[in-house]
Nanobody, 117 residues
């Protein structure tokens, strides 16, 4: 079983930055595909960025956040991060981290991000 603990969301003005953290416990997630999703009010959950297990394969970043968001991993800390720069009001959503390996899929509790002046 994998437990994912998220932190780092909050309220920020347009143009500001936030870094989301997602730390796994219960197992080493080095081989897990890790991703960040978001869900805005009234909308479906969408994939924002993803990084492959064991560093094998390409990192994915959704077009609307390319150049602004960066996904990274710290294998020693069993964690994945989402650095979000130049935030826009349309980035407002609840952000979720995901860890996936084979048929096992785990989710963090979600952390709200609000971009507003």
């Amino acid at each position: 079983q994998v437990h994912l603990e998220q932190s780092g969301g909050g309220l920020v003005q347009p143009g500001g930055s936030l870094r989301l953290s997602c730390t796994a416990s219960g197992t080493n997630v080095t081989s897990y595909h890790m991703a960040w999703y978001r869900q805005a009010p009234g909308q479906e959950r969408e994939l924002v960025a993803a990084t492959p297990g064991d560093g094998i394969g390409a990192i994915y970043v959704e077009d609307s956040v390319k150049g602004r968001f960066t996904i990274s991993r710290d294998y020693a800390k069993n964690a994945v991060y989402l650095q979000m720069n130049n935030l826009k009001p349309e980035d407002t959503a609840v952000y979720y981290c995901e860890a996936r390996f084979a048929f096992n899929d785990f989710w963090g509790q979600g952390t709200p991000v609000t971009v507003s002046s």
